[in-house]
């Protein structure tokens, strides 16, 4: 009979950092307010503008509108033809700004090319910008002024926090500059509170030797979009790694972070789960501050 071989290695699985637990927790605080907004007299509402037929950008709308519906939100919603003009776009986001029914809007991303995404988003009332990513709400952040923060950094500062992972102090290196989530998310981990104060270095796929700078990080977010770019020899043994950037492939993820980094980190976020739920919890978050603010019930 063969003896078992107690040296033999046994294969290390990280901790799966999921956000479903983290986002039912946000929603339960949203849907407290809302019933509080709406015994006031105050019925939140956050409206969507969804121009042309992308199927992705559809279905997140159908996750928003969903949502809504199970937080007693109004969705107002606006479908533009794939051939709507600039003005067309502007003109649907005038009326949205101008309606005091009306406490959130969002833009859905991306927009058909002949169409100016930037330009319509300045164009929203940065009061009612529930992605947080108005300009003058990303100087407010960098300022550390109050407004509405980044959805998916702000859900990356609080899943970290919800499971007890010290940020303080530590290294964290974000790979992926974007304006939407590196950029932001690296202001948000340095600012000085109890979740963040962190040492944040930025890099991205310019950068040769990207990987001398993930290998050292304690905490490590893959940012860059670039399916499988982060694989277990580009992970510092025992990190917490959060995979937030992905591509998709018709309709299959692919995220940054290939699986087999779960053997070399001690905390990582699901391939499906992970970012994805706490991105949708800080939208609602920012659209149920946003009511409250606008109605005076803050």
């Not at 997140?60 to 600039?86: C, G, N, V």
């Not at 043994?237 to 591509?247: D, H, K, S, Y």
């Amino acid at each position: 009979m063969p003896i078992a071989d107690d040296t033999a290695v046994i294969p290390h699985t990280a901790r799966l950092l999921s956000g479903k637990p983290l986002a039912d927790k946000v929603f339960a605080e949203v849907a407290d307010r809302v019933s509080r907004l709406r015994r006031a007299g105050v019925v939140p509402a956050l409206a969507t503008v969804l121009v042309g037929d992308d199927d992705a950008s559809a279905g997140y709308i159908r996750i928003k509108q969903r949502q809504a519906a199970e937080l007693d939100f109004e969705s107002p919603h606006t479908h533009l033809p794939a051939d709507a003009t600039q003005e067309d776009l502007h003109r649907v986001i005038a009326g949205y700004n101008a309606d005091p029914g009306v406490h959130g809007l969002l833009v859905q991303y991306p927009v058909p090319a002949h169409l100016d995404y930037d330009r319509a988003l300045q164009s929203v009332d940065p009061d009612k910008d529930v992605d947080g990513m108005h300009p003058l709400n990303i100087g407010r952040l960098a300022l550390g002024l109050p407004g509405p923060l980044p959805c998916t950094p702000a859900g990356i500062e609080a899943l970290l926090a919800h499971y007890e992972i010290p940020v303080a102090g530590r290294e964290v290196v974000i790979l992926g500059r974007g304006a939407t989530l590196g950029r932001p998310l690296s202001i948000m981990l340095a600012q000085k509170r109890p979740t963040a104060n962190a040492a944040v270095t930025v890099v991205h796929t310019g950068v040769p030797d990207w990987d001398r700078y993930t290998r050292r990080a304690d905490i490590l977010v893959a940012a860059a979009g670039v399916p499988g770019i982060i694989q277990p020899e580009h992970v510092k043994p025992g990190a917490v790694v959060i995979g937030a950037g992905v591509r998709y492939e018709g309709r299959r993820l692919l995220p940054d972070v290939d699986e087999s980094c779960a053997e070399v980190a001690s905390a990582i976020t699901p391939r499906v789960g992970g970012v994805g739920p706490t991105t949708v919890a800080m939208l609602f978050r920012n659209a149920v501050d946003a009511a409250e603010r606008l109605s005076g019930r803050g």
